[in-house]
């Protein structure tokens, strides 16, 4: 189907697409740097990008969302929630439990976005934007992992069940 959301891990051959979807100020070997290292995901529909991911991990290791983004024409589509999803399963298949994200404090749709797909606010970073505006972190628990460890458990042999 012609206008079905494909959602993958950038790769080499996105570089320019992530660059113009990106901030205009981050610079293009950071974006590089990052395809290689899997931390960008992008939506694409019947070929050109609509939707880009970029991922960090605070104190290196716990994931926060740092922008996601929809082409403009093609919000309220699914796109940034198929994202999402597909970042949700990467993460929960590598056993992390939660998911960071922010919003500008002064852009109320992009909040009501995150409070739609299951973020809880979690904090908040006064000023970090400059000209007074803060920031409204927000978290996800990713249950999916709890749910596989608990279904997993039963299956393990515990003292009891040993002959
Ligand atoms: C925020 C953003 C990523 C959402 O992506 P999107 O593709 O438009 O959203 P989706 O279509 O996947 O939305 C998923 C669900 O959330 C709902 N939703 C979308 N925007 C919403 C909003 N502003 N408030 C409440 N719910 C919203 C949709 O109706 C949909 O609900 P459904 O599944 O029941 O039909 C996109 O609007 C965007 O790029 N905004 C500008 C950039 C930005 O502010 N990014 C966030 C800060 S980094």
Redesign the pocket.
Known sequence: MSDQIKVRFADRMDLDGCITLDHPHMPAEVIQRKVEQREIIVAEKAGPLV?YLRLDYLWSFVPY????????D???????????RYLENVLCEQGHTALY????AN???????????GFEECGFIAGINGAGIGEIFFLKDLSCHQALSDIDTPFEATPSQKP
Do not use: D, K
């Not at 969302?65 to 403009?72: H, N, S, Y």
């Not at 093609?74 to 999402?84: E, F, N, Y």
């Open positions: 939707g969302i740092a922008l996601i983004w929809v082409v403009e093609q919000r309220q589509q699914g796109v940034g929630r198929a994202m999402l994200s922010s919003s500008q852009e109320p749709e992009p909040q009501a976005w995150h409070r739609y797909v």
